[in-house]
Structures are given as structure tokens and as C-alpha cells.
């Protein structure tokens, strides 16, 4: 990383193939291998060598989704891919690529502090947004990207609502559902890291029994959002009919 940081790609390079080998011996199929992957292929585009590029982050994204769906190294992988198509002038491609990384940043929940340890490094969203909104441009689709910038814009205010007082403004019930979406947000970092433990090859059935329950995590969280979007909307109704009337 710091030979890439520098600008010599060909030691990088050379760091780079060492440590994929030695976590392929060492540590196959696990987030390690995963992040050595990420590296490498990063190093090969800005050498040049798009199909190596390609090759290496295919890879890596393979063992990203079998360990840590909806994680930040995913959404890393699709970027770096979207760039590889970018470099190949395929923009359709690319475009689809980033429309993937936005739905992996969709499954990311509120979280109350950083992000889990196998995360750190990784791009934030704004790494995605602007590529994306500028190739949707340039593919002449600018209702997809005015869309685009709107759910990045969403997704950032629903951020800093997620860090408000609890109680502010809020009737009981939205304060009890907005309790236990932040249980749920507890737990799905907790199974995520049990997850990310795990190597794509070993424990298959007990790596299956956690991704179920990240999934039915998610279906608990999209439904106590639903409701409590229409408990908020509720609420501000009779706050704004109660100052009409006042």
C-alpha cells in the first residue's frame, strides 16, 4: 500500500502478488484473501492490466458475498469493477456495476459508531456517488441521475436523523420502533462479525444459518422503517393541524 501511496506500481505490483499468494496458502477463502485481492486488482488497473484487474476483483467479490454482504468491501469491489469497465469504455457496463454498489449500501444498516474492524479502509459513499451520477450523465440518462442524487441525498439526511434524540418530537410508539431498530442494528453488526470470521470453505452450514439470519435482520428492519415513516408522517400531521389551529 505504501509503494501504491508513492506512485511505484511496479513494486506494489510486486508486494501486492506476494501477499494474495501467501493469504491463498495461509488463509483461503477469508476476508484477508478477500482485502489482498482488493489491493491487487487496484494495483493492476493502474498499471494497465485491466484483465488481471478484473480477474483478481472477481475474485475477491466472490468471497466478500459469501462472508460480508452489504459490507463496505463490497462496495469497494463494484467500484473498483465499474472503473475497470470505465477504462474498457463500457459504459452501460459500468453504470450497472455502480447501481450494484448502491443496493450493497442499501443493506448497510445505521450504524451507531465505526464501522466493524474488516471495514476499515474501505470507500465511503461519496466515492460512488459522483462516478455514478457522472456516467449516467454521460450515457445521456440525467432522470437517472437527477434519481441517483436524490437517494444519495435521502440516504445522508436519513443518517443524521438516525443520531437524533430519541424522544424529540416523537409519540411513544415511534420511540419504542425506533429502540428496537437500533437492537437491530446491534445485531446485525454482531452476526455480520461472527460472519466475516468464517472462510468461504469451512463451516458452510454454520456461514448459511448467519446469512439467514442477516437476511431476516434486514426483513425486520425494512419493515419497522415502513412503519415508522408512517408513524413520524402521523405525527407531524397532528403537530402541523395542532399549530394551524393554535
Not at 5 to 27: C, I, P, Q
Not at 170 to 187: C, G, I, N, P, T
Not at 198 to 206: N, P, S, V, Y
Request: zero cysteines; aromatic letters at 2%.
Amino acid at each position: 500500500a505504501n509503494a501504491e501511496r508513492r506512485g511505484d506500481l511496479e513494486a506494489a505490483a510486486r508486494f501486492a502478488s506476494r501477499a494474495v499468494a501467501h493469504l491463498d496458502r495461509t488463509a483461503p477463502g477469508g476476508l484477508s484473501a478477500a482485502r489482498a485481492a482488493h489491493v491487487a486488482a487496484r494495483v493492476a488497473l493502474a498499471r494497465g492490466d485491466l484483465a488481471e484487474a478484473r480477474r483478481l476483483q472477481m475474485g475477491g467479490l466472490a468471497i466478500i458475498r459469501a462472508l460480508a454482504p452489504g459490507s463496505r468491501p463490497e462496495v469497494s469491489a463494484l467500484a473498483t469493477l465499474a472503473r475497470i469497465e470505465l477504462r474498457e469504455r463500457k459504459l452501460d457496463a459500468a453504470a450497472a456495476r455502480y447501481a450494484e454498489a448502491v443496493a450493497a449500501l442499501t443493506l448497510q444498516v445505521r450504524r451507531l459508531g465505526a464501522p466493524l474492524d474488516f471495514e476499515a479502509g474501505y470507500i465511503d459513499d461519496a466515492d460512488v456517488q459522483r462516478p455514478y451520477v457522472d456516467t449516467l450523465l454521460a450515457l445521456g440518462r440525467p432522470d437517472d441521475a437527477l434519481a441517483a442524487l436524490e437517494a444519495f441525498r435521502a440516504r445522508s439526511v436519513m443518517d443524521r436523523l438516525a443520531t437524533r434524540d430519541l424522544e424529540l418530537g416523537r409519540s411513544e410508539e415511534s420511540v419504542a420502533l425506533v429502540r428496537e431498530q437500533r437492537r437491530l442494528a446491534r445485531d446485525y453488526d454482531a452476526t455480520l462479525a461472527q460472519l466475516s470470521q468464517l472462510t468461504a470453505g469451512a463451516a458452510a452450514e454454520k456461514g448459511r444459518a448467519l446469512q439467514a439470519r442477516l437476511r431476516e435482520i434486514r426483513a425486520q428492519q425494512a419493515s419497522g422503517a415502513s412503519a415508522l415513516r408512517r408513524l413520524d408522517a402521523a405525527t407531524a400531521s397532528v403537530h402541523a393541524a395542532s399549530a394551524a389551529t393554535g
